[in-house]
């Protein structure tokens, strides 16, 4: 695998934050506002949290998608989109398509949250369900190739990692000096993003990954030097659980991610809880893996540090939530 995979600079990285930034919010990176993390961690480590779960459709994922389909030409805008989705990318896509008037088709799979489906619909997207993963991208490749439509990629590609690379650049001009940054993986559209601009704006900060142990993808891919074409998926955190690995998102972790971290669902219901006790929020269980794993296998690593949690998402239904938290509380 080529390890010098080309990533935005920052003054790309500025132009694409113009561009977007009638459509999105530049979310607050704050001091930890609770009492009880400090307790938890070593003393003097020192935490900020980048509330991405503010940002339209409640994840991070809208800047990429209007990124993508800003840089599409007149006559593919025309065609349409379509895109291939657990949900948060779903929302993300139908939102960024009903404000640039695009006709969107998006393909989910048939276990795919009900509130997230219900999004995608409101935004006035066309939902297409699939019996599995693999079956949802089989379908998009088919919409794509028949109908002509543009596929937006749920994390691969230059304009994707563009597009999340000015969550990296805001918190690294919200935050002031950082001593680490830890960011949740699913497929790698995010950290990869953040990852290239927090290391060109803050060399010295390390930018640590975290998967869930059910979906130990990039990790394993890093460890092999290469993405991986297939990844056996079984976590509740199910934006974090990507089919496979592609080289574009692969090649910026390869190139500037320092470390990936791993939690168990166990882990991440246990930050889940407390991010609601604590600081009263509510999120999706990819929402609380930063927090898991500063809590968790960073704890030690991290001690007496500035460390910044990048939270990414908060698109559950209060029924999935309420099971979690009982399960939780079970445990």
Excluded at 72 to 90: P, Y
Excluded at 190 to 203: D, E, H, N, T, Y
Aim: hydrophobic share 45%.
């Amino acid at each position: 695998m080529d390890q010098m995979v080309t990533g935005p600079t920052i003054a790309k990285i500025e132009r694409a934050r113009s561009r977007i930034a009638s459509a999105i919010v530049e979310t607050p990176a704050v001091p930890w506002p609770g009492t009880d993390l400090a307790a938890r961690l070593a003393p003097g480590t020192d935490v900020c949290a980048k509330l991405e779960l503010l940002q339209r459709t409640g994840t991070f994922k809208p800047r990429g998608a209007l990124l993508v389909m800003l840089h599409l030409s007149d006559e593919e805008k025309a065609r349409g989109i379509t895109t291939v989705s657990a949900g948060n990318h779903a929302i993300a896509v139908s939102y960024a398509a009903h404000i640039l008037g695009l006709s969107a088709k998006v393909v989910m799979h048939r276990k795919a949250n009900p509130f997230r489906v219900a999004q995608c619909r409101r935004y006035g997207a066309e939902v297409v369900q699939m019996a599995d993963i693999p079956a949802a991208f089989d379908e998009a490749d088919r919409i794509q190739r028949e109908e002509g439509r543009a596929l937006v990629h749920p994390f691969e590609g230059p304009y994707t990692s563009l597009g999340t690379a000015t969550v990296g650049l805001e918190l690294c001009r919200q935050a002031g000096e950082l001593d680490a940054v830890i960011v949740p993986i699913g497929g790698g559209g995010l950290i990869s993003g953040v990852a290239a601009a927090v290391k060109q704006l803050r060399p010295g900060c390390a930018v640590y990954g975290v998967e869930p142990v059910g979906a130990q993808g990039m990790s394993q891919s890093l460890a092999q030097g290469a993405p991986l074409p297939k990844v056996e998926i079984d976590t509740i955190g199910d934006s974090l659980g990507p089919s496979k690995h592609l080289p574009y998102s692969f090649g910026l972790v390869q190139r500037y991610v320092d470390d990936v971290v791993l939690v168990e669902d166990a882990d991440l219901i246990e930050a889940m809880g407390f991010m609601f006790r604590d600081v009263k929020l509510a999120v999706e269980p990819a929402g609380a893996a930063a927090t898991a794993a500063l809590m968790g296998p960073l704890k030690d690593r991290l001690a007496g540090r500035r460390v910044a949690l990048v939270i990414c998402g908060s698109n559950i239904d209060f029924e999935t939530y309420a099971g979690f938290m009982a399960r939780g509380r079970d445990s």
